[in-house]
């Protein structure tokens, strides 16, 4: 475990070619991957679209359910089912509004995408964040498909709500674990314990932007902290993040948050943080050779603060050198994934925003 300023930080080096597959995306906010080179991205106001691999847009997909757009909330992160194939599902989390529109919480739906590509059929709400909050910040929102076929969701405290996020009987701030139809499996942690939600997976978490899987099928995961203190998490089953207990972060504009502690028996300490804040978004293991082995088992996580795709060296477990790419073009980095074809995407969070894919030299 290390800060920024304490970790080994590379200088430029020789990275791959930024070749822009799609432009024109509204704050393009996840990209999930379909058959035959195409890509699904949502848009944070709302829109989902269809990206041929020419590149070419589609129309706003029709049958996405109300969403809660502004702040940080909106049409968030987009999965596709393992076996999208056999049955053109996809999931995707948004900031769901109540009833009357005061409030709002994260929630999971799940949908499959019609034969022509045009529209989302048959589509679910299976998981909401209880309890709904007026707030436009801190939805979290990224999911992960397990191995065993179940889904992680990350969930943010809300802003206004940090103290709910070491109780358990709520959803703030914490990840959750659910089978593909919204129920709780059986063998998670707070499962038949009084007073304890059972979706939940692990908790004491700010706001987690991005999550991925190991190659050990473990989930890591990254949450903004407050003013720094951004941390790198391995989400255990029944584990305590500590959040805001213990925090590496200070309030905006200074000063100590609770304590002002960052340790304490029973919590959990970051595999890896950043001071200061670089304001993390999108998280991918690179498990493929397509740039030579140096970058195999790399960890890659994008910047919003600062505007630069950052590769992260690990060995046994522990973060040792970091690697700063695309930094020239400071745009913020909001998702990157590993695609099929074992090359790494990541999506530009602007008015104009890009898919852009990175190209072996």
């Not at 757009?69 to 194939?85: K, N, R």
């Not at 942690?189 to 304890?196: D, L, M």
Request: one cysteine or more; glycine letters at 14%; charged letters at 25%.
């Amino acid at each position: 475990m290390a800060s920024l300023a304490a970790a080994a930080v590379g200088s430029a080096i020789a990275a791959p070619t930024p070749e822009v597959v799609a432009s024109g995306l509204e704050n393009p906010w996840g990209v999930a991957f379909l058959p035959g080179g195409r890509f699904v991205v949502t848009e944070k106001a709302g829109r989902m679209r269809v990206v041929g691999p020419d590149g070419r847009t589609g129309a706003a997909l029709a049958g996405l359910p109300p969403i809660a757009a502004g702040g940080q909330g909106g049409l968030l992160d987009v999965q596709a089912d393992s076996a999208f194939e056999r049955n053109r599902t996809l999931y995707f989390c948004f900031s769901e509004p109540d009833a009357g529109g005061s409030a709002n919480s994260t929630a999971l739906a799940r949908a499959q995408l019609s034969a022509d590509g045009a529209q989302l059929e048959n589509v679910r709400v299976i998981f909401s964040q209880r309890p709904k909050v007026a707030s436009r910040n801190h939805f979290g929102c990224r999911i992960v498909e397990a191995k065993d076929g179940t889904l992680f969701l990350t969930l943010g405290d809300r802003f206004s709500r940090k103290d709910d996020a070491q109780k358990l009987d709520n959803h703030i701030g914490k990840v959750v674990r659910i089978n593909k139809d919204g129920t709780a499996p059986a063998n998670n942690p707070f499962v038949g314990r009084a007073g304890a939600l059972p979706e939940i997976w692990s908790y004491g978490h700010r706001n987690g932007q991005g999550a991925t899987l190991a190659a050990d099928g473990k989930l890591w995961m990254h949450e903004h902290g407050p003013q720094g203190g951004d941390e790198i998490n391995v989400a255990e089953a029944g584990r305590n993040y500590g959040w805001p207990v213990i925090t590496y972060g200070e309030n905006y504009g200074g000063g100590k948050i609770g304590d002002g502690i960052t340790r304490k028996d029973g919590l959990e300490q970051p595999l890896h943080y950043w001071v200061p804040s670089i304001a993390p978004s999108g998280m991918a293991f690179l498990a493929s050779d397509r740039y030579g082995p140096a970058w195999k088992g790399n960890l890659f996580v994008g910047s919003l603060k600062f505007g630069y795709l950052d590769r992260i060296e690990l060995r046994d477990g522990k973060v040792v050198a970091e690697h700063r790419l695309l930094e020239d073009g400071r745009a913020r980095i909001r998702d990157v994934k590993q695609g099929p074809d074992g090359l790494l995407y990541v999506l530009t969070d602007e008015s104009n925003g890009k898919l852009i894919r990175l190209r072996p030299d």
